[in-house]
């Protein structure tokens, strides 16, 4: 079944996660994440009435806390794209951005925005009240300001408004803070760990994309490689969820771009995992269907 939007094969695991939950969303070069991001920001901000067709059922324990008639607010915090990049992908999917965050019409804030990148490089001047900008690597002056965005959607006048947590290439961070130390160690890995960890109290549920290609997770010669290796199995040992796309082991083919696989830690022991195709369209549509479809 194919869906310009949703998926039908994702749809459980792209509803609103459990209080608490992680999930890890893990690409390798020629298979970005780029598209899974997009649609759970649309999973989590298209207006109920458009998401009265997403299903709260759940599929071998796949998705999770409510569906997508919740009110739920997205703070989506970037260290790899500006927000023009978000604006346009979620414009495709019929998601203005900036309405969601408050910024055109006299409604409360769905959405915030950190910019993890442009703010390390270049002066952005003043944040504006729903999109600020990180200016330093250093984990805890990047947990305070994610923190303070946390809050302020947090506060808004829903007096139950669940925010879910999106960090977007945080591996980024854990190479652009990396320092040695006295003794030659490097605990950038540890501190951006912890950072997640108090942000993750929160938040309803966060979601954090990592690169795991193999010279970044096997081979672990360099620093680099080393910090990168641990953050990332550390995050996949703590994860409820992780999907993890790739590409096809026999190499490209046309109707097929990728395989997405989901599996679940945590406590969902006794829940299935699962292996799907998956092509991403020329128009930004996605079809995900099982292997012989």
Same mark, same amino acid.
Do not use: C
């Given at each position: 079944?194919? *869906?310009?939007?949703?998926?039908?094969?994702?749809?459980?695991?792209?509803?609103?996660?459990?209080?608490?939950?992680?999930?890890? $969303?893990? *690409?390798?070069?020629?298979? *970005?994440?780029?598209?899974?991001?997009?649609?759970?920001?649309?999973s989590f901000l298209k207006p109920a009435a458009a998401? #009265?067709?997403?299903?709260?059922?759940?599929?071998?324990?796949?998705?999770?806390?409510?569906?997508?008639?919740?009110?739920?607010?997205?703070?989506?915090?970037?260290?790899?794209?500006?927000?023009?990049?978000?604006?346009?992908?979620?414009?495709?999917?019929?998601?203005?951005?900036?309405?969601?965050?408050?910024?055109?019409?006299?409604?409360?804030?769905?959405?915030?925005?950190?910019?993890?990148?442009?703010?390390?490089?270049?002066?952005?001047?003043? =944040?504006?009240?729903? %999109?600020?900008?990180?200016?330093? #690597?250093?984990?805890?002056?990047?947990?305070?300001?994610?923190?303070?965005?946390?809050?302020?959607? #947090?506060?808004?006048?829903?007096? %139950?408004?669940?925010?879910?947590?999106?960090?977007?290439?945080? =591996?980024?961070?854990?190479?652009?803070?990396?320092?040695?130390?006295?003794?030659?160690?490097?605990?950038?890995?540890?501190?951006?760990?912890?950072?997640?960890?108090?942000?993750?109290?929160?938040?309803?549920?966060?979601?954090?994309?990592?690169?795991?290609? =193999?010279?970044?997770?096997?081979?672990?010669?360099?620093?680099?490689?080393?910090?990168?290796?641990?953050?990332?199995?550390? $995050?996949?040992?703590?994860? =409820?969820?992780?999907?993890?796309?790739?590409?096809?082991?026999?190499?490209?083919?046309?109707?097929?771009?990728?395989?997405?696989?989901?599996?679940?830690?945590?406590?969902?022991?006794?829940?299935?995992?699962?292996?799907?195709?998956?092509?991403?369209?020329?128009?930004?549509?996605?079809?995900?269907?099982?292997?012989?479809?």
């Amino acid at each position: 079944m194919t *869906s310009k939007i949703i998926p039908h094969l994702l749809e459980p695991y792209l509803s609103l996660p459990e209080e608490g939950a992680l999930i890890v $969303l893990t *690409s390798i070069l020629g298979a *970005s994440t780029n598209w899974l991001v997009w649609r759970y920001l649309h999973s989590f901000l298209k207006p109920a009435a458009a998401s #009265s067709s997403s299903t709260n059922s759940q599929l071998d324990g796949g998705g999770g806390g409510g569906g997508g008639n919740e009110e739920v607010s997205v703070l989506l915090v970037s260290f790899l794209r500006d927000f023009v990049f978000y604006r346009e992908g979620m414009g495709r999917l019929g998601v203005d951005l900036e309405v969601a965050a408050g910024g055109r019409r006299n409604q409360g804030a769905k959405f915030g925005f950190v910019d993890g990148l442009t703010g390390l490089f270049v002066d952005e001047g003043e =944040d504006q009240k729903w %999109k600020r900008s990180i200016r330093s #690597s250093d984990a805890r002056e990047v947990g305070k300001v994610v923190g303070e965005a946390l809050d302020q959607l #947090s506060n808004g006048p829903e007096a %139950k408004k669940k925010v879910v947590l999106v960090l977007d290439g945080l =591996d980024f961070l854990v190479a652009a803070a990396g320092s040695a130390e006295e003794d030659g160690s490097d605990k950038t890995g540890e501190a951006v760990r912890e950072m997640v960890m108090d942000l993750r109290e929160k938040s309803h549920a966060t979601i954090i994309t990592l690169a795991a290609d =193999d010279p970044l997770i096997k081979e672990q010669v360099t620093p680099l490689e080393t910090n990168h290796a641990w953050f990332a199995l550390s $995050l996949a040992h703590d994860a =409820d969820t992780i999907l993890s796309l790739r590409l096809l082991d026999t190499g490209t083919a046309k109707d097929v771009s990728g395989v997405v696989r989901i599996t679940h830690g945590g406590q969902n022991f006794d829940t299935k995992d699962h292996e799907y195709l998956y092509h991403v369209g020329g128009d930004g549509g996605v079809r995900v269907f099982e292997r012989g479809q």
